[in-house]
C-alpha cells in the first residue's frame, strides 16, 4: 500500500533512546493542558492504526507515533486565553494559534532525532491543496506520515466535545473526511481510518476544546 520509499532509516536504538525525551515532554505538557494531551494520545492510537493498515513499516509506525503523541507541543506557546476561548477565533487570534506547528518544530528539534519527527509535527496541518499551514506544502511533497497524522487530527478534533458543540458523531466525521479524501486529505489514510473507526469504535471522553472544527486545528 506504501507507494513511496522509507525517507529515513529508524534504527531501533535510536528510536528507545528518544521515547523518554517524547514521554517527558508529554509529561510536562499534561500539567499545563491535560485536553490537548489526551487529544495527542488518542490522535496517536488512530495514527498508528491508519499508518498499519497503510502498510507503514514498524519503525515509521513508531516514529508516527511518537510524532502524534506530541504533534500539538507547540500549543505551549500559545496564550491560554486563546486557546480556551469558547467560540470562533478572530483572524488575529487564528493566526497565533497556527504558530504552534512552528513551536512544536523549534521544541521537537532538540531531541536531534536521526527521523522526522519534528518534521512531521511541523507539517501535520498542510492540506493535499496546498491551502493548509504553515508552508503551503501539497500532494506528496507533504510526508506520508504528516498526512495520515492530519486524517487522524482532524477526526479526533471533529469528534471531541468543544465547550460550545458537543463532538459530532463518528459516522457524519467519517463522512465529512470521505468528502475532504484526495482533495484536502490523504484518500487511502481516510479510507484507513474508516476501516479502523467502523471495526475499533473508540469512546469519546467528555473533554472540551476551545477552537471550531472550520478552524480545525486539531
Ligand atoms: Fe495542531
Do not use: W
Not at 491535560?34 to 492510537?45: C, G, L, P, Y
Not at 487564528?94 to 513551536?103: G, P
Not at 481510518?193 to 486539531?218: K, N
Request: charged share 20%; hydrophobic share 40%.
Amino acid at each position: 500500500m506504501v507507494s513511496e520509499g522509507a525517507p529515513y532509516c529508524a534504527d531501533t536504538r535510536a528510536l528507545e533512546a528518544m521515547r523518554p525525551g517524547v514521554a517527558m515532554l508529554s509529561a510536562a505538557h499534561r500539567y499545563q493542558d491535560s485536553i490537548t494531551v489526551k487529544h495527542q494520545d488518542r490522535t496517536a492510537e488512530l495514527a498508528v492504526a491508519i499508518g498499519v493498515r497503510l502498510g507503514l513499516s514498524p519503525s515509521r509506525t513508531e516514529v508516527l507515533r511518537l510524532a502524534a503523541i506530541v504533534h500539538d507541543i507547540g500549543k505551549i506557546g500559545v496564550p491560554a486565553d486563546i486557546l480556551r476561548k469558547p467560540g470562533t477565533l478572530s483572524e488575529p487570534e487564528y493566526a497565533i494559534v497556527k504558530t504552534h506547528c512552528a513551536i512544536g518544530h523549534d521544541v521537537l528539534q532538540h531531541l536531534q532525532a536521526p527521523f522526522p519527527v519534528a518534521e512531521i509535527t511541523l507539517q501535520h496541518h498542510e492540506r493535499l491543496d496546498g491551502s493548509g499551514y504553515p508552508r503551503g506544502l501539497s500532494g506528496e511533497s507533504i510526508l506520508l506520515e504528516a498526512r495520515i497524522l492530519c486524517v487522524a487530527d482532524v477526526f479526533d478534533a471533529m469528534t471531541s466535545n468543544r465547550s460550545y458543540r458537543a463532538g459530532f458523531p463518528a459516522d457524519f466525521v467519517l463522512g465529512e473526511l470521505q468528502a475532504m479524501g484526495g482533495r484536502l486529505l490523504d484518500a487511502d489514510a481516510v479510507d484507513a481510518c474508516r476501516h479502523y473507526i467502523l471495526t475499533e469504535p473508540i469512546v469519546r471522553p467528555d473533554t472540551f476544546d476551545s477552537v471550531t472544527a472550520s478552524q480545525s486545528v486539531g
